[in-house]
């Protein structure tokens, strides 16, 4: 099984930047993809940006220049700097990790961004 932990969530004006890490523990498969999830409140969890461990990214077209994901191998971690948030960005960040035959969720951190 993989442990997910994330940090980084909170609430910050309009404009703002926010860094949310995760951080997976436990049987990590050398073929992996690990990601951001959010799902605001009456929504369905839509795909926020993924990276595989060998540095592939994806991203949802509504952050695409505006938020970066990375991740450090070394430490089973990813990273998601967000930048220019907007009100719509509003919601429950979960991280992902992902393996050809096991998944994972993290708990989820709140982001807030007020106008």
């Known amino acids: 099984q993989v442990q997910l932990v994330e940090s980084g969530g909170g609430l910050v004006q309009v404009g703002g930047s926010l860094r949310l890490s995760c951080a997976a523990s436990?049987?990590?498969?050398?073929?992996?993809?690990m990601g951001w999830y959010r799902q605001a409140p009456g929504k369905q969890r839509e795909l926020v940006a993924e990276?595989?461990?060998?540095?592939?990214?994806n991203y949802a077209g509504s952050v695409k220049g505006r938020f970066t994901i990375s991740r450090d191998n070394a430490k089973n971690t990813v990273y998601l700097q967000m930048n220019s948030l907007k009100p719509e960005d509003t919601a429950v960040y979960y991280c992902?990790?992902?393996?050809?035959?096991?998944?994972?969720w993290g708990q989820g951190t709140q982001v807030t961004v007020s106008s």
């Open positions: 992902n990790y992902w393996a050809p035959t096991y998944d994972s």
């Open positions: 990276i595989t461990n060998g540095g592939s990214t």
């Open positions: 436990g049987s990590i498969f050398r073929i992996n993809a």
